[in-house]
């Protein structure tokens, strides 16, 4: 089955600076790359997604970058402010046979004033 | 987007009680639903898949007949703990597919069993 990596587990960035957060999937077949922000004890929210046949996507300050050759993608957030803190996972897909989600272990992200 | 709910939002119940965790979909059907469990500082961990009319769908490990789960309609599944202990105290997370790789989380349900 699929198997996703996630670094790193904590990540401390200054307000203002940019934040990102990787990860690795090993099943080839994968092809969509969901991204989720999940406050303590909220529900993950998805906030930025993209495809295998897409190598990147921004949406205002989040991108989201996908290498299939290397199978890793990355989120990248720029200017952060104190309200991206959160926890962050990232996950993978195989729509053509599976619906289930694999899910990266997550990353802590504390924006410090 | 698509609006999942989940209830209660928090139950404690004693040890050996069963407890019954509901997840809707309320402006969307959902054929496939999911249940995860996620610990403290962990990540989300897929318990089942639930499809409407059909039996679930249990991950390895998942113990089916202590987590039931009943997906009587498009819009309804449930997800029953029997004979909870302390060690299922976590917080239950439901989800519902609206597309093929499209899935809306409900808010959660944090279970303490005492």
């Known amino acids: 089955g699929e198997n996703v990596e996630q670094h790193p587990s904590t990540l401390s960035v200054q307000e203002g600076d940019s934040a990102v957060i990787k990860c690795t999937y090993s099943?080839?077949?994968?092809?969509?790359f969901p991204w989720y922000k999940q406050e303590l004890g909220k529900r993950p929210q998805l906030i930025i997604d993209i495809r295998s046949n897409v190598g990147e996507k921004k949406d205002q300050r989040i991108a989201v970058t996908l290498n299939k050759t290397a199978k890793h993608f990355s989120l990248h957030i720029t200017e952060t402010q104190p309200e991206d803190s959160a926890v962050y996972f990232c996950?993978?897909?195989?729509?053509?046979?599976?619906?289930?989600?694999?899910f990266g272990t997550g990353t802590r992200l504390q924006v410090t004033l | 987007g698509a609006v999942v709910s989940q209830h209660p939002s928090w139950v404690i119940c004693k040890s050996g009680t069963s407890v019954k965790i509901e997840c809707r979909s309320l402006d969307f059907q959902a054929t496939t639903m999911f249940w995860y469990r996620q610990f403290p500082k962990q990540s989300l961990m897929l318990m089942a898949t639930?499809?409407?009319?059909?039996?679930?769908?249990?991950e390895q490990g998942v113990e089916k007949d202590k987590f039931l789960i009943n997906h009587a309609s498009l819009t309804l599944s449930t997800l029953t703990v029997t004979s909870a202990h302390p060690e299922d105290s976590s917080f239950y997370i439901c989800s519902g597919q609206l597309a093929r790789d499209t899935q809306y989380f409900g808010p959660g349900t944090r279970l303490t069993v005492l």
């Open positions: 099943d080839s077949a994968s092809n969509y």
């Open positions: 996950a993978a897909l195989n729509t053509g046979t599976a619906s289930k989600l694999t």
């Open positions: 639930s499809n409407e009319g059909s039996k679930a769908t249990y």
